[in-house]
Each structure stands twice: as structure tokens, then as C-alpha cells.
């Protein structure tokens, strides 16, 4: 067996646990210790009026230990009793060399000695006339009673993470369960810490890492294996029935519902569905609006998946079929019909669907060109323009999704109407910024061009047209659209933008370049301004110091002595405006006056202007010489005498 120390149990058991037993095994409460092959086995006196009865199991990777006590594992009593082993190896008997005497002996002499411990426990007769079938291995109620300790009395509700590791420690008992094909004792196991997370949620707890809901998860995968092995049907639906209970109170997105998979049964989900539906009408006497919507979605939802794994196509679409008042219920009506290949009367729905006087979502409009793709080949007849233009200008109302429009202009197609939607996209459509997109996708840049010049489309849609029109090397339409999404501004210095702005700078002309500048000047763009320095002063370092100047206190300093030096002339002043504008008002900001001065000096070295900076760094240091480190650090990189 393998050695253990004081040490090794403390760490397992934590400092509470483990104090608690060491008081149990100094006391002597460990009794008639036994030990066979990897478990050892004591009764442990402790607050009952009779003993406890604890194993210890024990091998390379684990050790867990179990116990007739409310908690059931892990407990102080199992501490006293690898105490006991630790301390006092020679107390144990030891079991194999008992069994081994057994096979030794002659049938009488073995049958006497069992009549000996039956009379001294008559209950064990029991053993031996055990049904077959999975035996009971597990106190469920002391286990529950454990999880709800952790999950309440112990829930720390900052630091999940110490909650988790508790439960993962419960749920290796379970695993050792299912190891050895103990399915039912370890599925009861894994439903009760789903329950207790359940409990922690609704304790508030901070689970922003989602460590518990992935503990969750793991749970849930493996409740379901269990389930997938077990035969009995009146245990599945006790199992049920625990089920349901959890996913009436759980609202957090745990995914409860997958447990149901494994248990339910033609026979049973007639009575869950009484159940959900009697509970959905109670939320509708109590809740109406959004909550009641919510809550209508989620359980006739889950009825449905639950027909379909049952292979119950006509109960499906009676669910399916339940208060249509809104679109997401034609939706769900939809996909249903569809499924079952029913196109015509899906496309219906969603027509119905779409003539709600609701606010338009695109959902129900995608489920439109799915359906109409499916249909449009056979019987194009049955596709009205009307209806799949309003379905494309709603789709396309929000977000511009390439495959989806692909789609659509499928349909439009095959109904010999392309060109009547390509025309009442370019005008009809309110999100002006997907309709370029549109026309940029299908590399129709000319029109792209026209409308962006024409409409108040965004700058980053105008961004994707010239980088569409660089990928085509359509250099100089290219250059006009970046330099006009620089002119109309708010849009960020993501690819491609630097490899676009360096295509500007090659093609445009001084004049763009002045235009541009002025333009950026007038409307105060000080973002845009920074954005276009570092490309602007290798070609027009004049420029690039007009736009410095102007905003000198919010280009970075860093920036500004790289301007400063592509632009000597004016370099000296814009460095002196952002030294005295907020570098010296605080010692924290002397790394960049240092940095700033080291400019100054670069630019008239560049020039042979060194007695030029020496008069200057000496003027900087009279007018400052006040501060004290300020000049012990210009002393220190300039090496000049102040």
C-alpha cells in the first residue's frame, strides 16, 4: 500500500478537517482497525451514540475516504483513521493474511467460523442472500448534506474557485463509482452537485471565471454517461423527477436540460409536459410581457427537442404549434416544418411571421431565403419578389453577413429578379453602409465609389472600399477613398489602414496632401491628426509639423520628437511648445523633457550647429534651475557644464 504522511493527509484534508481528526485518533476514538488490500476499515467514535463506520481508500494516484456520518466523505473520522495508519500500522489487522488462512482450510472449519460472525452480527446474514443487481453504495443523503454545506455554511462568495475544488472532491467519489459500474449510486451523485452548484448561484456568488459552470458541465456529461447504463425505468424516473425540479429553478444557462436526454421516455414525458405547461401558465397569471415570452420560448423549445429524440415528428409540430402571438413563435413553427420537410407551410409561417407589426429582427428573415433556397429551384413560382425583398432589406438591415447575401441573391436569381434587387438595394436600403458593402462584395467598385461620395456612408465601410480597390490595383481610387475616410474621420488604425496609408502617400500629389491636411486642421480632428503623422513626415515633414503644432498636446511625446527631427526647421520650437506645455510641470514627466531636449540637440548636430545647442540646453537650465533633478538628469545625458 502506499505510504502516506501527516503531511500529505493535512494538505488533502485542509487544516480544519485534518485538526479535527488528529483529535479523534489522540483520543482513541479509532476502533478495531482492519486492513484488505488497498482500503483500510475502522469504527470511529464520534457525536452518535454508536461508532461510525469509515474506509480509507488508497492507491498511486487517489485516496478518498468514506463514512457512515452525515458528510458522508472526506471527513474528520477519515482523517483519525489514516492517522492511525500512519502512526500505528502494527494496531491493523490484516485481512489478507486472514483470507489467505481461509483457503487453507476445510469447508467445516470456514463454516464455523462464518456461524461465529453471524452470531456476533446476525444482520450480516443479509449479505449473502443479496439480490442481483447494483448494491446501494452510497449515503445519498450524506453527500447532499455535504454539497449543501459546502455550497452555504463554507461558500466563500469571492473566491469560488476554493467551492469548486470541495465539490471536485465529492464528485471523485462519484467517479470512482461509475469506474467500477456503480451507475445508479454515482448518477445520484452528480444530480446532487448540479443541485448544489445551483444552490451557489443562488447564494450570488462570482463566478466571472466560470470555474463552476464548467465544473457544472462536467457533471452533466458525466450524469449522462451514467444514465446511458442504466436498465431500470422506475429509477429513471425518480431521476426525473429530481431533473425537473432543478431546471424550474435554474435560469443561469447551465444547461440542466441535457440531463433529460438519458431519462426520458415515451412513457414518462407525457407527465413532464403537464408539468412545464401547468408551470408555464402559472408565470402567465403572474408575469406577463418579456419574462412570460422568455420563459414560453425555453420550455416549449425543450418539449420539442425531447419529441424529436423520441422520434415524434406530429407531437413536435403540435408544440410547435403553441400561441402563435410573435415571430420568434413563427419561427419556431418554422423551423419545425422544415425539418420535417415541409417547405411550403414553413415558408408560410414565416411569411405570417413577417406581417407582425413587431420590431424586425433578422432572424426571421434568414429562416426565409433557407427555406426559399430549398424551394426556388423546383417551384420558383411559389417565391414572390415582394416578400424576399422585404426579407433581404430586413437582413440586411443590421450587420452585412457575405454568406447570407450569397444566399439571397440565390434566390433572386433562379426568380429572374436579380437586377430588380441589385436597383432597390442601391436606393431602398436604409443602412447605407451595407448597401456599399453589397456592391464592394460583388466588385462593383464604381458603384461603390459613386454612392460613397453621394451618401454620408461610415469611414470604415470607405476604408474596405479602397483596400477592395488596392486588392484590385486600382492604385489612385485607392489613395482618393483613404484619404476621404481620413477627411470624414472616427475609424481606428487597424489593418489595413497602414499598408492603405502607405499606398496614399505614394500616389497622392502635395496638393492632395495639403488639402488633406487643411481639411484635418479645420475640423479639429487631433485622432486622425495622429494617425497620419508617422506616413505624412517622411513625404511632408512641413505638413507633418503644421498638424504637430496644432495639436502638440495631445500628439505623443515620443511622436513629436519624430517630427521634430524630419522637420528641423520647425522642430526646436514644436519640442520648447511640449516642454512647456506639460512635460515640466511635474519630475514625473522628465524622461520625456530629457527626450524632447535629446531632439533639440540631434537636430542641430544634423545642422553643425553645436555651439548653437550649447547656448540653448545653458538657457533651458538658467530658466529651470530650479529643478533640481531635472538638471542632475540633463547633466547626466548631455554631459554639458550648466
Request: net charge negative.
Amino acid at each position: 500500500m502506499t505510504e502516506l504522511t501527516e503531511d500529505e493527509i493535512r494538505e488533502i484534508f485542509g487544516d480544519k478537517t485534518f485538526f479535527k481528526g488528529q483529535d479523534y485518533y489522540d483520543s482513541g476514538h479509532v476502533l478495531r482497525p482492519v486492513k484488505v488490500e488497498n482500503t483500510l476499515y475502522a469504527q470511529v467514535l464520534g457525536s452518535a451514540s454508536m461508532p461510525y463506520e469509515v474506509r480509507a481508500y488508497i492507491d498511486d494516484k487517489n485516496m478518498s475516504t468514506e463514512c457512515s456520518c452525515p458528510v458522508g466523505n472526506m471527513c474528520k473520522h477519515g482523517v483519525a483513521l489514516l492517522l492511525q495508519w500512519v502512526n500505528d500500522t502494527s494496531s491493523f489487522i490484516d485481512a489478507d493474511k486472514f483470507i489467505q488462512t481461509l483457503e487453507n482450510m476445510n469447508k467445516d472449519e470456514v463454516i464455523n467460523i462464518i456461524k461465529n460472525i453471524i452470531k456476533q452480527n446476525p444482520s450480516l446474514v443479509a449479505e449473502f442472500f443479496m439480490e442481483t443487481g447494483e448494491e446501494p453504495e452510497v449515503n445519498i443523503k450524506a453527500v447532499s448534506d455535504k454539497i449543501s454545506w459546502i455550497v452555504s455554511g463554507e461558500l466563500d462568495y469571492d473566491h469560488i474557485w476554493d467551492t469548486v475544488k470541495k465539490l471536485e472532491e465529492v464528485k471523485r467519489s462519484a467517479d470512482r463509482l461509475m469506474e467500477k459500474g456503480s451507475y445508479k449510486g454515482a448518477a445520484e451523485i452528480y444530480l446532487a452537485l448540479v443541485k448544489g452548484a445551483l444552490e451557489a448561484y443562488n447564494n450570488c456568488v462570482d463566478d466571472s471565471d466560470g470555474g463552476l459552470g464548467d465544473f457544472v458541465s462536467e457533471c452533466i456529461d458525466d450524469f449522462n454517461e451514467c444514465v446511458k447504463n442504466i436498465a431500470d425505468t422506475s429509477f429513471k424516473d425518480e431521476l426525473l423527477e429530481k431533473i425537473v425540479g432543478i431546471i424550474d429553478n435554474e435560469d443561469y444557462g447551465l444547461e440542466t436540460e441535457k440531463m433529460l436526454a438519458g431519462v426520458i421516455s415515451l412513457e414518462n414525458i407525457a407527465r413532464m409536459e403537464g408539468h412545464f405547461l401547468e408551470t408555464l401558465m402559472n408565470i402567465r397569471k403572474t408575469s406577463a410581457g418579456f419574462s412570460y415570452t422568455y420563459k414560453k420560448d425555453k420550455i416549449i423549445g425543450l418539449l420539442i427537442e425531447l419529441y424529436d429524440l423520441l422520434g415524434k415528428p406530429d407531437e413536435k409540430l403540435r408544440l410547435a404549434q403553441y400561441e402563435l402571438a410573435n415571430r420568434e413563435d413563427y419561427i419556431r413553427l418554422a423551423e419545425v416544418l422544415a425539418q420535417e420537410e415541409r417547405f411550403g407551410e414553413a415558408l408560410d409561417a414565416v411569411r405570417k411571421g413577417m406581417e407582425l407589426p413587431e420590431e424586425r429582427t433578422t432572424h426571421l428573415s434568414e429562416l426565409y431565403f433557407d427555406i426559399a433556397k430549398v424551394m426556388v429551384k423546383d417551384k420558383p413560382g411559389l417565391i414572390d419578389f415582394k416578400t424576399s425583398l422585404a426579407a433581404a432589406l430586413e437582413m440586411m438591415s443590421r450587420y452585412f453577413d457575405a454568406k447570407k447575401y450569397e444566399k439571397a441573391k440565390e434566390v433572386f436569381h433562379f426568380t429572374g429578379m436579380l437586377d430588380e434587387f441589385r436597383s432597390a438595394l442601391r436606393t431602398g436600403l436604409k443602412n447605407r453602409d451595407n448597401a456599399v458593402r453589397a456592391f464592394v462584395h460583388d466588385g462593383e467598385l464604381n458603384t461603390a465609389i459613386e454612392m460613397i461620395h453621394a451618401e454620408p456612408v461610415s469611414s470604415s465601410v470607405i476604408i474596405e472600399a479602397s483596400s477592395a480597390a488596392a486588392d484590385k490595383g486600382l492604385r489612385n481610387e485607392s489613395a482618393m477613398l483613404t484619404r476621404l475616410a481620413l477627411e470624414r474621420g472616427r475609424f481606428d488604425a487597424r489593418p489595413p489602414i497602414g499598408a492603405l496609408l502607405d499606398l496614399m502617400m505614394d500616389v497622392s500629389t502635395k496638393e492632395e496632401l495639403c488639402d488633406l491636411s487643411d481639411h484635418i486642421l479645420k475640423m479639429e480632428r487631433a485622432e486622425t491628426a495622429i494617425l497620419l503623422l508617422p506616413y505624412l513626415m517622411n513625404k511632408e515633414p512641413g505638413l507633418a509639423a503644421a498638424l504637430t503644432k496644432k495639436f502638440i498636446n495631445d500628439v505623443p511625446v515620443e511622436l513629436v520628437a519624430q517630427v521634430a527631427r524630419a522637420a528641423p526647421d520647425d522642430g526646436t520650437d514644436l519640442c520648447r511648445m511640449r516642454i512647456n506645455g506639460d512635460v515640466l510641470r511635474s519630475h514625473v514627466n522628465y524622461d520625456k523633457a530629457v527626450l524632447l531636449l535629446a531632439a533639440i540637440r540631434d537636430i542641430n548636430a544634423a545642422k553643425g550647429n553645436e555651439a548653437k545647442w550649447v547656448e540653448f540646453i545653458r538657457g533651458f537650465a538658467a530658466e529651470n534651475k530650479g529643478k533640481k533633478k531635472l538638471m542632475e538628469r540633463v547633466r547626466k545625458e548631455f554631459r554639458v557644464a550648466l
